[in-house]
C-alpha cells in the first residue's frame, strides 16, 4: 500500500463522468462529484464535450483539494475511444463519438483491411466500437485534419496527458476490442502497419505508473501539485481489485452502460466473434476472455417503458412470470451481445402488469447474463459489481438460473476503485453480499424456452 492518504479518481462513463475520492487505508469513497457525459451533434461528426469534461474535472479537484483532500490522482474511462493530438499538444480532431455509424462504403473498406479474429481476438463490432474502425473513418473522410495528428492516444491517456503533458498508451485500453492489439504477443496488431500510423502512436506504459506531476499551471489552478497515474480501461478497473485477492477460476460481470464479463482462468480457444466474445487485457497485459451486451442501456430503456418498480415487487410476482412464461427476448438495444440480428419482442405479455413485465425485464437481463458467461467458458463463483450490484432481483433471478454462488458488491465505486488501486489504495473487503442459487419453480422449462424462442 502507497503513503497517500486520499487519492482522486477521474472515473469517465459513457453516460455520466464523476470525480470520486477514496481513503487510501479502507477504499471507502468519500467524497464524488457527477454530471453527464453529453455528445454535441455538429463539426465534423458527433463527438465528446471534452471541454465540459476538462472544466467538470478541474472544478472537482480544486474543490476536492482543501476538502477532504487528495495526494495523487488516478485516471479510468470507457473505452472504444482515442485522441488524436497535433504538434502543439491539442485535440488535432475530435474525440468522436463510438455510437457514430460510418457511410456504408467506409465500413466495407474497413473489413476488407482489418486483421482476423485470430490475431487481435476483437470481433467486428457496430458503429465505432473498434478504435481502428474509428481511425480508418478519419483518415479516409477528413484526410487533411487526420494527416495534422502528430500523436494518437487511448481515451484514459489523453486526460493523463492534459494533466501532466506527458503523453502515454496503455494496455488495458488498447486491448478492449480496438482491433490494434495483439493479446497473444503483447504487441500492436498488423492494423497498426496497415493504417500506416506506428510512429504517432504515444509510448506504451503500464497503467500502475506515475507519469508524473500535474502541469505546473494546472497546479496553480486546483491548489495543490501530486503525481497522475496513467489510468485503465473502466471495466478492467473493475476487475482489478478482483485480481488482487482472488483465486481464479472465477467470473467478475462489471456492470453500467456495458455489461462486461470476464472469465477469469479461462482461455481464448473458444471464443465466437459473431457473439459478442473477445479478449480484453488486464492491468497486469494477461488476456482475459470476455463477452458482453448493452445490459445498463437495455434496463434504461426498460426502466422508461415499464416504470420502476422495487425489488420486493418484483421479486412477488417472479413465480406467476415464469408459470405464465412471460418472456422479453434480444435484443433491446440493437448492435451487441450474445444474440446478433435478434430483435427484441414481447411473448406472453399482453395482459401483464408493470410488476410482472419489469420482473420478467431483470429475468431477461439475468438470461444474457448466462448466456455471456457460457459464451467465455466461466467457472467458479460470479461476482457482480456496479449498478446491477443493487438490482436483487437480477441477482437471485443470475445465481437461480446458472446455480452458482453469486456475489454483488453494491457501490458505486467499482471503476473508481480498481482505478485507485493503481497507486495503492488497499482493496474494500468485507462488503460482498451472497447470493445464494434459490430454486425457481418452472425456471429450467422457462430457460429452455427463451432459448428456443429465437432459433
Same mark, same amino acid.
Given at each position: 500500500?502507497?503513503?497517500?492518504?486520499?487519492?482522486?479518481?477521474?472515473?469517465?462513463?459513457?453516460?455520466?463522468?464523476?470525480?470520486?475520492?477514496?481513503?487510501?487505508?479502507? &477504499?471507502?469513497?468519500?467524497?464524488?462529484?457527477?454530471?453527464? /457525459?453529453?455528445?454535441?451533434?455538429?463539426?465534423?461528426?458527433?463527438?465528446?464535450?471534452?471541454?465540459?469534461?476538462?472544466?467538470?474535472?478541474?472544478?472537482?479537484?480544486?474543490? *476536492?483539494?482543501?476538502? $477532504?483532500?487528495?495526494?495523487?490522482?488516478?485516471?479510468?474511462?470507457?473505452?472504444?475511444?482515442?485522441?488524436?493530438?497535433?504538434?502543439? &499538444?491539442?485535440?488535432?480532431?475530435?474525440?468522436?463519438?463510438?455510437?457514430?455509424?460510418?457511410?456504408?462504403?467506409?465500413?466495407?473498406?474497413?473489413?476488407?483491411?482489418?486483421?482476423?479474429?485470430?490475431?487481435?481476438?476483437?470481433?467486428?463490432?457496430?458503429?465505432?466500437? /473498434?478504435?481502428?474502425?474509428?481511425?480508418?473513418?478519419?483518415?479516409?473522410?477528413?484526410?487533411?485534419? *487526420?494527416?495534422?495528428?502528430?500523436?494518437?492516444?487511448?481515451?484514459?491517456?489523453?486526460?493523463?496527458?492534459?494533466?501532466?503533458?506527458?503523453?502515454?498508451?496503455?494496455?488495458?485500453?488498447?486491448?478492449?476490442?480496438?482491433?490494434?492489439?495483439?493479446?497473444?504477443?503483447?504487441?500492436?496488431?498488423?492494423?497498426?502497419?496497415?493504417?500506416?500510423?506506428?510512429?504517432?502512436?504515444? $509510448?506504451?506504459?503500464?497503467?500502475?505508473?506515475?507519469?508524473?506531476?500535474?502541469?505546473?499551471?494546472?497546479?496553480?489552478?486546483?491548489?495543490?501539485?501530486?503525481?497522475?497515474?496513467?489510468?485503465?480501461?473502466?471495466?478492467?478497473?473493475?476487475?482489478?481489485?478482483?485480481?488482487?485477492?482472488?483465486?481464479?477460476?472465477?467470473?467478475?460481470? @462489471?456492470?453500467?452502460?456495458?455489461?462486461?464479463?470476464?472469465?477469469? !482462468?479461462?482461455?481464448?480457444?473458444?471464443?465466437?466473434?459473431?457473439?459478442?466474445?473477445?479478449?480484453?487485457?488486464?492491468?497486469? =497485459?494477461?488476456?482475459?476472455?470476455?463477452?458482453?451486451?448493452?445490459?445498463?442501456?437495455?434496463?434504461?430503456?426498460? @426502466?422508461?417503458?415499464?416504470?420502476?418498480?422495487?425489488?420486493?415487487?418484483?421479486?412477488?410476482?417472479? /413465480?406467476?412470470?415464469?408459470?405464465?412464461?412471460?418472456?422479453?427476448?434480444? /435484443?433491446?438495444?440493437?448492435?451487441? =451481445?450474445? *444474440?446478433?440480428?435478434?430483435?427484441?419482442?414481447?411473448?406472453?405479455?399482453?395482459?401483464?402488469?408493470?410488476?410482472?413485465?419489469?420482473?420478467?425485464?431483470?429475468?431477461?437481463?439475468?438470461?444474457?447474463?448466462?448466456?455471456?458467461?457460457?459464451?467465455?467458458?466461466?467457472?467458479?463463483?460470479?461476482?457482480?459489481? !456496479?449498478?446491477?450490484?443493487?438490482?436483487?432481483?437480477?441477482?437471485?433471478?443470475?445465481?437461480?438460473?446458472?446455480?452458482?454462488?453469486?456475489?454483488?458488491?453494491?457501490?458505486?465505486? =467499482?471503476? @473508481?476503485? !480498481?482505478?485507485?488501486?493503481?497507486?495503492?489504495?488497499?482493496?474494500? @473487503?468485507?462488503?460482498?453480499?451472497?447470493?445464494?442459487?434459490?430454486?425457481? $419453480?418452472?425456471?429450467?422449462?422457462?430457460?429452455?424456452?427463451?432459448?428456443?424462442?429465437?432459433?
Amino acid at each position: 500500500m502507497s503513503d497517500y492518504r486520499h487519492i482522486a479518481v477521474l472515473d469517465i462513463g459513457k453516460t455520466n463522468a464523476k470525480v470520486v475520492v477514496l481513503e487510501s487505508a479502507t &477504499g471507502a469513497e468519500i467524497a464524488v462529484r457527477k454530471q453527464p /457525459n453529453t455528445v454535441i451533434r455538429d463539426g465534423l461528426y458527433p463527438h465528446y464535450d471534452i471541454e465540459a469534461l476538462w472544466r467538470f474535472a478541474l472544478a472537482a479537484l480544486k474543490a *476536492f483539494a482543501s476538502e $477532504p483532500g487528495f495526494d495523487a490522482i488516478s485516471i479510468t474511462t470507457h473505452g472504444a475511444a482515442a485522441a488524436l493530438l497535433g504538434a502543439d &499538444g491539442k485535440l488535432a480532431m475530435p474525440v468522436i463519438d463510438y455510437e457514430h455509424e460510418y457511410p456504408q462504403e467506409i465500413r466495407e473498406a474497413y473489413d476488407a483491411l482489418r486483421p482476423p479474429f485470430a490475431e487481435t481476438f476483437s470481433p467486428r463490432l457496430s458503429m465505432g466500437l /473498434n478504435i481502428g474502425a474509428q481511425l480508418h473513418y478519419q483518415k479516409t473522410a477528413f484526410p487533411e485534419e *487526420f494527416a495534422n495528428a502528430a500523436v494518437i492516444l487511448t481515451y484514459a491517456q489523453y486526460w493523463s496527458a492534459r494533466l501532466t503533458g506527458v503523453a502515454a498508451n496503455e494496455t488495458t485500453s488498447l486491448g478492449c476490442h480496438t482491433d490494434l492489439w495483439n493479446p497473444k504477443t503483447g504487441a500492436y496488431s498488423s492494423l497498426v502497419d496497415t493504417l500506416a500510423i506506428r510512429d504517432r502512436m504515444a $509510448p506504451i506504459r503500464s497503467a500502475f505508473d506515475a507519469l508524473g506531476p500535474v502541469l505546473p499551471e494546472i497546479a496553480e489552478e486546483i491548489g495543490v501539485s501530486v503525481p497522475v497515474y496513467c489510468g485503465i480501461h473502466d471495466s478492467n478497473a473493475s476487475l482489478l481489485p478482483h485480481l488482487v485477492g482472488r483465486k481464479s477460476p472465477f467470473a467478475v460481470v @462489471s456492470t453500467g452502460t456495458w455489461v462486461i464479463n470476464f472469465g477469469v !482462468g479461462g482461455d481464448l480457444d473458444h471464443l465466437d466473434a459473431t457473439r459478442d466474445a473477445l479478449a480484453n487485457v488486464d492491468a497486469y =497485459g494477461r488476456a482475459v476472455p470476455s463477452s458482453r451486451f448493452m445490459g445498463g442501456r437495455e434496463f434504461e430503456m426498460l @426502466s422508461a417503458e415499464i416504470g420502476q418498480v422495487g425489488d420486493a415487487a418484483a421479486s412477488a410476482v417472479i /413465480n406467476d412470470v415464469v408459470a405464465r412464461g412471460i418472456m422479453l427476448l434480444p /435484443n433491446v438495444a440493437p448492435g451487441s =451481445g450474445p *444474440f446478433p440480428g435478434k430483435v427484441s419482442r414481447w411473448i406472453g405479455a399482453e395482459s401483464a402488469s408493470r410488476e410482472q413485465r419489469f420482473a420478467a425485464a431483470c429475468l431477461y437481463l439475468a438470461l444474457m447474463t448466462e448466456a455471456c458467461l457460457g459464451l467465455i467458458g466461466a467457472k467458479g463463483p460470479i461476482i457482480v459489481e !456496479g449498478p446491477f450490484a443493487l438490482n436483487e432481483t437480477y441477482l437471485s433471478l443470475l445465481a437461480a438460473i446458472t446455480g452458482r454462488d453469486t456475489m454483488a458488491l453494491p457501490g458505486s465505486t =467499482g471503476t @473508481s476503485q !480498481g482505478a485507485a488501486l493503481l497507486a495503492g489504495i488497499k482493496p474494500v @473487503s468485507g462488503v460482498e453480499k451472497h447470493v445464494p442459487p434459490r430454486p425457481i $419453480p418452472g425456471l429450467p422449462d422457462y430457460r429452455k424456452r427463451w432459448y428456443a424462442a429465437m432459433e
